[in-house]
């Protein structure tokens, strides 16, 4: 049993762990690095349109590599928005366009963006109002 912990302790002594960076220091941990914060999305515009009885919303965002997603809330008051759809965040940098469609229905809607950044910030939009009783609607 001696010759088994003699042998261990011998087998530390010339231990070189594979991350050492400096070969004469075997004992070294590696270097800790640290990724910068992440930076937040901006929503840049927001618009919207009623064609061919369809709600075509459109919004561009910049730094477009932090979005996470998008949650497309409507309301017919004004006040109580609920979430109507979920539109995911692409990969390209810098800034991206976006759409949602819906069936435009037959009173006035409120619609707004809730962006979700990847480090969980939020953002909304302004609330635009879409009336399909005009000819063509758009904010």
């Known amino acids: 049993m001696i010759k088994f912990f003699t042998l261990i302790a011998i087998a ?5 762990p594979l991350y050492s960076q400096n070969p004469s220091a075997p004992f070294t ?3 800790i690095i640290s990724a910068a914060p992440l930076s937040s999305a901006q929503l840049v515009s927001f618009k919207g349109s009623i064609t061919n009885n369809k709600v075509i919303l459109q919004w561009v965002v910049n730094e477009n590599e932090t979005a996470d997603q998008f ?3 409507k309301s017919e008051d004004g006040k109580s928005f609920m979430l109507t759809g979920l539109v995911f965040g692409s990969d390209k940098t810098q800034t ?3 759409e949602f469609y819906e069936k ?12 979700i950044n990847k480090n969980k910030k939020t953002e909304y939009s302004a609330v635009i109002q879409l009336d399909p009783h005009s000819p063509k609607t758009e904010k």
Do not use: D, G
């Open 96 to 98: 991206e366009e976006y």
């Open 71 to 73: 949650a497309v809330e």
């Open 104 to 115: 435009a229905n037959s009173k006035k809607v409120s619609y707004r963006i809730k962006l």
């Open 12 to 16: 530390c002594l010339f231990y070189t």
């Open 29 to 31: 941990t590696p270097s």
